[in-house]
């Protein structure tokens, strides 16, 4: 697992957020922002992309946060889902108002550009985000499996283990591994999120598209990610974008 490191600064651009802060003794418009910001933006590097280098593999630096706008391209699907635990819920529910990353894999996956590019991403992000413990609070990563037949509970839970054991795990972003009671169950969550899945003719292969979805609180998809644009950097300054749009910037 990668290590990075974190810049710690915070540029006069965060206290822009706070507004303009009028005489001692009056209301002060700076306190109140301060209470509505998300608490992931009141303490938190320039950006919070910077916690990541930047990587060769990609050739591109990502925008500035709240430059743009991320559309809301369709409500994420609900759907029948099996925690690390056994517990059955529904994903709606596990959203929990979180923005959340969702990827889609199979445990079993041997490609390098499909489903360990999205575990080591999502490492990535999970490592780096013990510099960021206020961000647990408004953001989480979820891992959905398409291969319930193998990937068992007993398997994802296996899987999840070093995650759900880390001593620092309270200060990191909740990574929630799920998998489906069966491909019934599974099938509603992959037409809604638009995740091609097609079994190959071996029994242990499974031809996908390696995606990554954004979802913001409210559960409506705002962005895709496919090959090429995994990049952790891109990643957290759309999450940073979505606080940002929060408090109306």
Not at 12 to 18: D, H
Not at 195 to 208: E, L, P, T, W
Request: proline content about 7%; some cysteine; aromatic content about 6%.
């Amino acid at each position: 697992m990668r290590k990075r490191t974190l810049a710690v600064s915070i540029t006069a651009a965060a206290a822009l957020l706070t507004g303009v802060v009028a005489l001692a003794g009056t209301w002060r418009p700076a306190d109140l922002m301060a209470r509505l910001m998300p608490a992931a933006l009141r303490a938190s590097p320039a950006r919070l992309s910077d916690v990541f280098p930047s990587d060769p593999a990609f050739q591109f630096s990502p925008p500035e946060p709240g430059s743009y706008r991320l559309n809301r391209l369709k409500p994420a699907p609900d759907g029948t889902v099996l925690t690390a635990d056994g517990t059955t819920g529904q994903l709606h529910q596990l959203i929990d108002g979180k923005i959340t990353l969702v990827s889609f894999v199979y445990l079993t996956c041997g490609d390098v550009d499909g489903c360990p590019l999205a575990f080591s991403t999502l490492y990535d992000i999970h490592d780096a985000s013990a510099q960021l413990p206020d961000l647990r609070q408004d953001v989480q990563l979820m891992t959905i499996s398409f291969d319930p037949e193998r990937d068992t509970v007993e398997a994802i839970a296996a899987f999840a283990h070093p995650v759900s054991s880390d001593p620092a795990s309270a200060q990191k972003l909740d990574w929630q591994v799920l998998t489906t009671p069966d491909t019934a169950a599974l099938q509603p969550l992959l037409d809604g999120f638009g995740q091609v899945v097609d079994r190959g003719s071996a029994d242990d292969q499974i031809n996908h598209l390696l995606r990554m979805y954004l979802v913001d609180r409210h559960g409506m998809i705002r962005n895709v990610y496919g090959l090429g644009l995994i990049d952790p950097r891109l990643l957290m300054t759309d999450v940073e974008t979505l606080l940002l749009e929060e408090v109306g910037k």
